[in-house]
């Protein structure tokens, strides 16, 4: 198993904008923009959600909203405002508003089949 990460461009409400460097997680449920950048960005919180961790554990985490660019693809997301020491994660929300699938094989994200049934 291998890890896949991609450099994405955030853009925030008053226009500020921060390059980062995502962990491509299709496991994850939101995207989590670390929190340096959710600083830079300000970014606010929408509200609060409660998360489950792998091992289990759950945590709180607020979630708001920003725009995002990759090289497949742009759109309005919503985001985890990370904590220190939160790394950042591109989750599948975001990989599904966008489009866009993980290959398993390839390790790269590609279109997904898009279906009107």
């Not at 896949?4 to 997680?25: C, H, M, N, R, W």
């Not at 300000?42 to 509200?47: C, V």
């Not at 489950?52 to 607020?62: F, K, M, N, P, V």
């Not at 990370?82 to 966008?98: R, W």
């Amino acid at each position: 198993m291998g890890l896949t990460y991609i450099e994405g461009l955030l853009s925030g409400p008053t226009g500020k904008q921060a390059s980062v460097k995502f962990l491509v997680d299709s496991g994850a449920t939101y995207t989590l923009v670390p929190a340096e950048q959710a600083r830079l960005l300000e970014l606010q919180p929408k509200r609060s959600v409660a998360f489950s961790l792998a091992d289990g554990t759950t945590i709180e985490r607020q979630v708001s909203e920003c725009h995002l660019s990759l090289p497949q693809g742009e759109g309005h997301t919503p985001v985890i405002l990370g904590e220190p020491g939160d790394e950042a994660l591109l989750g599948a929300i975001t990989l599904e508003e966008l489009g866009l699938v993980l290959n398993p094989f390839t390790r790269k994200l590609q279109p997904m089949r898009m279906m009107l049934a």
